[in-house]
């Protein structure tokens, strides 16, 4: 036998160095062996040495460019070597030469897949499967993009399918992409089935246990999950989905910075997985790193522009930060990229309800609908907004998708805070207590499990620790240190207690802004330890600050708030928890305009029972609210007595009595004229992010005056409160 015939029994073998060895021979001897060239190629392909197996092969078509099998081979070695041009271009030239060679429409969908060109991969894929449909990869790899697409159904029939063309020994790893779109759909039983079949078929693979850890990890059985997903580290750490199951999972459990470091091991792993890097951003948005999530939802964009869960995902975000316009942008691309992505044009929706395009906002809802009819969020969302104009049809499809139970409990709460809405707009206060507690039960059951349960106890505390840090000797200490400046206004209180109504007065006013929710008071608070140089919580470094300290925090602060609008004379920041850190802010602000809405706290608990609020943990359960209302009020009355400048004290009961005469007095208190457009503040064009922004853009309503009679039976620990923190008595 000659020396390359060797060669070849070597390779075929799976004895790669003296293949390797025995093809350099005959190199030496014949240096235009072209294929002697090319399997030299295909080592180094083996050997992970991509580049320089591109360079032997294309030698070897450089002798012999109409073989088929050196495109096929050239073709993946330049696939991974990231040159997807090349790649694709070399499969489409072996198929020319060969249009029946099945394993090159197998790579050629890879190469268009991972280049963002989907529709054209799908295709790829099934004309794999119609040439060869006893193979089970191709399969494996439409269903796997299938189910990326989100097209789960689609996905679910392409697996059974090669589960029921192809082998038993050839069908692991389609039970295994099977059992992860079944856990999407709800179908967690039967997920657990195929992982389970996988892992049977391949006992103590790597990646069945990694999905096998997913489902568990699912069906809340975390420490089974965990052991799998670790045991699946053991035999591979290098397996970077392993890493990525294992940051959800702790996800899930709220253990974000965990995640981080899991999520951010994947990536290492695997630089240009998008998918990867995007679950990567949602962690750092869970972990509050704000900044980090849009920079890596933006790389996300960069590896795969046609990635239409990323810009969704950064609308979110930049939604989050008042940035409307490049949110709206964001969504937009989102749905264009995926015209029937129900969540972006939910989230469209909820972006032009900020922005009071109602009629928008419900046409971008029934656009998620008609493309998922039973969507809960955007049912949920129908039924906030139109209340007890929400047609029947809508009714029943809610109480067809509640009685099912397939619904993950979070989604399912969010449509049962809409219908509490709803019935509580049609006077049935019975079923609107009834979805209320259903829903806060879910979330409150949540919260616990992942370790994150409000402790009133705590709050408490750090009220406490809050009237120690601000005694009347601070403010003499700190005088004249702040910046004396009128811009800004501070509207606080208790959510629900009114502040978005006063907000929305004022920034009806030609030279007011009304800039929102703000975190800039809380950032200040969280920058003072290292301003200081302590590692203490802020609210425990009070007495350390310094003026220069101080007006470090002012300056800072007034940065932040300024660009919200360069020319206005008055910028409102309506954050309600700013009541916490009014000690702080008068430090920064002497001459600081502090607003402060009080409400009836009965009717202020019971609206924080009926809403749904992002992250509000304190409002899923009765006895926490009351807990929190009454550490407000003791909180409140120490600032009375300690802060050297007035606060206006309006209550909300007083704007409905006496729209005109209340408007009056806010006005005069932000030291500007009186204009009577403020009169029509629901008319006003402007962005609203709280849970009342469909309320502000009507006019004053008396229904929602004394709402906590209609549920007396029902919010037994809201009733014994000090009757309302406008001075009247319990049961008055």
Known sequence: MDTFQTAVGHHQAGRIDQAEFL?????????H???ALHLLGVIAHQKGLHSQAVELIRQALALQPETATYHVNLAEAYRLAGNLEQAAAHCRQALRLEPDRVEVYNNLGLVLEKQGQLDDAVVAFEAALTRKPHWALPYYNLGSLLHKRKQLHKASAIFSEGLRLCGTAATAQLHGGLSQVLVELGQRDTALFHCEESLRLQPDHPTALTHLGHVLGVLGRRDEARSALQRALQLAPAQALTHQRLGQLLMEEGK?????????????????????????????YENGRDEDAIARYRLVIQLQPQHAEAHNSLGYILQDQSKVQEALVAFREATRLRPNYADAHLNTGLLLTEMGEKEQAIAAFREALRHEPFHPEALGALAMTLRDQLPPADETAIERLLATGRVPGHRQAVVQFGMAQVMDSRNRFDRAADYARKANDWFAQAYRQRGQAYNPAEHCDYVERIIRAYPPEHFER????????????????????GTSLAEQILASHPQVHGAGELNLARNAYRAIPGLVGKQAPGVDCIADLSRGVVRKLADDYLSGLRPHDPRALRIVDKMPDNYLMLGLIVTLFPQARIIHMRRDVRDVGLSCWLTHFRHIRWACELEHIGSRIVEYQRLMEHWRRVLPVPLLEIDYEAIVADLEGSARRLVSWCGVEWDPVCLSFHDTKRVVRTASMTQVRKPIYQRSVGRWRHYQQWIGPLIGLAGSDTGGEPGS
Request: hydrophobic residues 45%; negative net charge.
């Open 23 to 31: 093809y350099r021979e005959v190199l030496r001897l014949q240096p």
């Open 33 to 35: 062996h072209a294929d």
């Open 256 to 284: 974000f910075a965990e995640a981080i470091a899991a999520f951010s091991q994947a990536t290492r792993l695997e630089p240009d997985n998008a998918t990867f890097h995007s679950s990567l951003a949602n962690a750092y």
């Open 478 to 497: 700190v005088r004249g240190w702040g910046i004396e400046t009128e811009l800004p206004i501070f509207i606080v209180g208790l959510p629900r207690s």
